[in-house]
């Protein structure tokens, strides 16, 4: 059983950056895509950002692009998010999760099949 556990989130000042971390156990890290959803209160889970198995595809949400990067250390079983230039509309609880292994990186949340709990991230106006 693949188990994530997020962390690194935080009150941040719009304009400002965070790092969350993903680190995971329980599986081969290295077999296994990961993604990062936020859900917000009262709205849906979105799709913020994946990574590829072996790091060489990335997928982004529009919204983003230019701001969010994502990297992983396959030695430490680590994902990172690295998060630039945050808006208050970026607010919302960040999970990682990762599918099934061997499947690529997806946008969509039902193609993931092990969820952390998350970690808050608030952006201040």
């Known amino acids: 059983q693949v188990q994530l556990v997020e962390s690194g989130g935080g009150l941040v000042q719009a304009g400002g950056s965070l790092r969350l971390s993903c680190a995971t156990s329980?599986?081969?890290?290295?077999?296994?895509?990961i993604g990062w959803f936020r859900q917000a209160p009262g709205k849906e889970r979105e799709f913020v950002i994946a990574?590829?198995?072996?790091?060489?595809?990335?997928v982004y949400a529009d919204s983003v692009k230019g701001r969010f990067t994502i990297s992983r250390d396959n030695a430490k079983n680590t994902v990172y998010l690295q998060m630039n230039s945050l808006k208050p509309d970026d607010t919302g609880v960040y999970l990682c999760?990762?599918?099934?292994?061997?499947?690529?990186?997806?946008?969509?949340?039902?193609?993931?099949?092990?969820w952390g709990q998350g970690t808050q991230v608030t952006v201040s106006s």
């Open positions: 999760a990762a599918p099934s292994a061997r499947k690529g990186a997806s946008r969509t949340a039902k193609d993931y099949d092990y």
């Open positions: 329980g599986g081969t890290f290295s077999s296994f895509a």
């Open positions: 990574i590829s198995r072996r790091g060489s595809t990335t």
